[in-house]
Structures are given as structure tokens and as C-alpha cells.
């Protein structure tokens, strides 16, 4: 299993690339099964979780090619993809596939709104709770669907196809709203989906949708009108800059100290944990390449934050965020109120020295003036990510275990920090 071996204490310089985003990524490329034409997707980042999907949507019969790709390019550029789903061959997304990937759960929306009928298995719990899927099951009820559980599989059925409605949500959910709008699209009739999730990736899943000729309107605002349609068309569409590895990435230079352009960033897309990021002390402009950070000489400023549906600050930013405040100038209270159980990487940034304790949903985090290397473990994705900053600012040697969490979504993360003056390398196959 591969580890990540970092030398920390340089400061950060140069240019990052940003890539397109898995969380948008993810759902454009399960909405390619609501055509029977030919979607094409451009900024494509090249992760774990991408390749897993091919596969899902591969059993479902969508035929997946890329684009002018020149072998041995050391370009980190995203590709340009082409998934087309001819014909649905298979309306049953298996266990061994769903249970890798909570995501692929979404197929559920595009094979029953195209085919009338949709068997896939429950994706179970992750490292960071329950993560139930009850409401994106009211959202197929709300739209006509009979649904069933058996033996850990959700058996959605509506022969005479879907039918629009009025869906509420109690709660805030990004795949419940993607579930929604892929599923209304082909619905007959109109849906009006309030309280909805207005994530960048909603909006870029509804543009493509749109460019598919689906009739969408107000997606990113509290209400989303959706008209549905017939059929649905072929596309072409670039994924949006990934909002996430771009906030990680500053987080990472506002530890280190340093000065980095982040390339094709969209600063509007994380106004909210950057202006955060301005309070601790980071210095963060818009550029005319994306989003250039600095940080020099002075301490890091304690803030508190709450995670938050967007626009507030993103739960997937707020392992992240910890990790810096572990060496601010005081003390910072951390509430996560999106997820109930993440804050798996407490007790590996402790190991770095870091001074934390839990309160409930929050975690208190009294800064100290120096983390030191260890072995540590990376629990989830964005925990892991976490542990990366938290060593290139400490003193001396970290070794991260189980990097494929990583790989799930961060694209070509050593070469990234290592252009820009980060001691950081790959380990394959320890002895
Ligand atoms: C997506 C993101 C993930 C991010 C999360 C919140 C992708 C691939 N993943 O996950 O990175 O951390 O949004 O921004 O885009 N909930 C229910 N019932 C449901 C569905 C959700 O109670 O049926 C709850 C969840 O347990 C959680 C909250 O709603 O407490 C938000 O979850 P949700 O927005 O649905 O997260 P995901 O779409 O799974």
C-alpha cells in the first residue's frame, strides 16, 4: 500500500493547477445516463473515484473514450471524455460497486427516470457516519415511484414514468438535490424543489442538464423550477474548478508560509472560507490566472468557524482548516454541523503534537507553536488532505498510511506541493 513521506518546514512558492471538481464531476458523469446520446465532459480530473464511476456506468452500458490523450504527457491539464449510453443494458447497480462509492448511488435518479425501473444496492455507512438515503428516496416518491427495499437493495419502479411534483426538503442535501433534478428532467410535467442545495456543483449540474435541453430554472437560489421533457440530448460541458482542492491548497500556504498562484481557481466560489482565511492572517486575491495566496512572517490568527450548507463555510474544507489552527496564536472553536462524525482526524493531528478536544459537535483547538512528524493514518478523504498540511508545516518526517483516500480526490497532489517547494514523494510497496 502506498504512503506518503513529507519533510516538513518549507514554505510554498509558485503555481498550482486546479483541477475540475470530483463533486461535480461525479454527477455529470451519471447524468450521461439520461441519453441516449453522446455527453461530453472537458476538465475531467483524473482520480480514483472518476475511474471507479467508468466502471459503475460501464455496467449500465455507457460506453466511456477520451480525448487526444498523448502518452507519457507529464500535462496535468484535465481530459476531455466522452460517455454515451446507447442503450441501457443493465438497470441494477451492484453492492461491490455502490459500497465503494457513495455517489454511484445517484444512478438511481437517470435509470429510473429513463428506463421506468432501477435496482441499487444501499451504500451503507463511511468513516463519517450513517449518511442515510431518505431523502433522496422521497424525492422518487414525491415524483411517482414505487419504492421497495429487499435484501439491501432499493428496487424504485415507475412504468408509466415519472411524474413532476412539489418536493420540500427538511433538510439540506446535495445528493438529494441532484437525485431531484436528474430525476425531473424526464419527469412529465413540473416540479418545484424548495430548500434545495445551491453548491456550485448543483449549478453545474443543471447548466449541463440545461444544454441537454432540460428546462431548469433558479438552480443555486432556494427554489428550482424544473419543466420536465421528453428526451434529453447529447452535450458538451467543462467541469467546473474544484472549489475544495482550491481551499486546500491556500489552507496549506497559509501553514507554510509562502506565495502561490492557484491556476483557474474561482475565488466565488469559496468567497465565504476565504475571507475566513483572510481573518487568520493569509494574505488572498482574485488574479488574472485565479487566485494568488500569501502569507508572510506573521502568526496565524485563531477564528472560529461552523460548516455550514453553502455558501457557508464547506464541511469539506473543515478538516483542513483545523490543521492550520493547530499552530495559531490562541484558541479557535471548530463546529461541524453537517456531519456527525467528522472528526476522525483529531487523533491523528494529536499525534502531530496539535492540542485539540472534542466538546460535542465541536472541536477546541488550542494553538501550539510547533507540530512535530509522525506516522499517521489517513481516515477519509478530506481527513487526510488534513494531515498533508498539518505535516509540511511541522518539524521533520510524517509517513501517511493509506493514501488511496487521497487518490480518491486529490489529482497529482505530491507533484502539485512538490513543484511548488514542498519535501514530499510516494512510497510504493514498503518493505
Ligand atoms: C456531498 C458531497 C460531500 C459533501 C456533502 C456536504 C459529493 C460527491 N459529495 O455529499 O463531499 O461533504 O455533500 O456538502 O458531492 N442526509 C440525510 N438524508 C439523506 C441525505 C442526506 O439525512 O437522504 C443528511 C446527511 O447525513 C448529512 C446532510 O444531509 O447530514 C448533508 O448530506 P448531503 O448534502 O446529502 O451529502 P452528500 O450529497 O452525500
Known sequence: MDRIRIVGGHALNGSIEISGA????????????????????????RLADVNLLVRILGNHGVDFSINGKRPGEATIA???VHLRAERIVDTTAPYNLVSKMRASFWVVAPLLARMGEARVSLPGGCAIGTRPVDLLLMVLERLGAQVDIESGYVIAKAPRGLKGAEIDFPKVTVGGT??????????????????????PEIVDLADCLIKMGAKIKGAGSPVIEIEGVGRLGGARHAVLPDRIETGTYAMAVAMTGGDVVLKGARPELLQGALDILGHTGAMVSASDEGLRVRRDGGGIDPVDITTEPFPGFPTDLQAQFMALMTMSQGTSRIRETIFENRFMHVSELTRLGARIRLDGDAAIVQGVERLKGAPVMATDLRASVSLVI??????????????YHLDRGFEHLEHKLGQCGAEIERLSNPG
Do not use: F, Y
Request: hydrophobic fraction near 50%; avoid cysteine; proline fraction near 5%.
Open 22 to 45: 470530483k463533486n461535480a464531476a461525479l454527477p455529470l458523469m451519471i447524468a450521461s445516463l439520461l441519453t441516449d446520446e453522446a455527453l461530453t465532459l472537458e476538465n475531467l480530473p
Open 178 to 199: 441532484h437525485t431531484a433534478l436528474m430525476a425531473a428532467a424526464l419527469a412529465q410535467g413540473s416540479t418545484v424543489i424548495h430548500n434545495p442545495a445551491r453548491e
Open 78 to 80: 484535465g481530459q476531455t
Open 390 to 403: 498539518a505535516a509540511l508545516a511541522a518539524e521533520g518526517e510524517t509517513l501517511v498510511n493509506r493514501v
